[in-house]
C-alpha cells in the first residue's frame, strides 16, 4: 500500500507555489517516480501536490519569435 499522508491539487500556478512554499510538497506530474519510489518504501508519509490540473504549465505557445512548451504538456501534443 502506498503511504500518501495528503493529496493537494491546486488549479492555479500562484495556489500551487503557495502551497509549496507552506509546506513540503512532492510534486507529481504523471507520477512513475513518485509511485516507484513509494513502493521501494524510498519515501514513505509523503504529501503530494498533484501538477495536472494547472493549465498555465500545460501547452504549446507561440509568443512573437519564441516557443513555450509547458511542463504539463504531453507527448502526444509536442508530437
Same mark, same amino acid.
Given at each position: 500500500?502506498?503511504?500518501?499522508?495528503?493529496?493537494?491539487?491546486?488549479?492555479?500556478?500562484?495556489?500551487?507555489?503557495?502551497?509549496?512554499?507552506?509546506?513540503?510538497?512532492?510534486? +507529481?506530474?504523471?507520477?512513475?517516480?513518485? /509511485?516507484?519510489e513509494m513502493r521501494n518504501k524510498?519515501m514513505e508519509d509523503v504529501s503530494?501536490?498533484?501538477?495536472?490540473? /494547472?493549465?498555465?504549465?500545460?501547452?504549446?505557445? +507561440?509568443?512573437?519569435?519564441?516557443?513555450?512548451?509547458?511542463?504539463?504538456?504531453?507527448?502526444?501534443?509536442?508530437?
Amino acid at each position: 500500500m502506498l503511504d500518501i499522508k495528503n493529496i493537494y491539487t491546486p488549479k492555479t500556478l500562484d495556489e500551487a507555489l503557495l502551497l509549496m512554499d507552506r509546506k513540503i510538497l512532492h510534486p +507529481m506530474a504523471g507520477g512513475t517516480d513518485l /509511485i516507484v519510489e513509494m513502493r521501494n518504501k524510498v519515501m514513505e508519509d509523503v504529501s503530494v501536490i498533484a501538477l495536472g490540473n /494547472i493549465v498555465e504549465i500545460k501547452g504549446i505557445r +507561440m509568443n512573437g519569435d519564441e516557443l513555450f512548451i509547458g511542463a504539463m504538456t504531453t507527448f502526444t501534443e509536442i508530437t
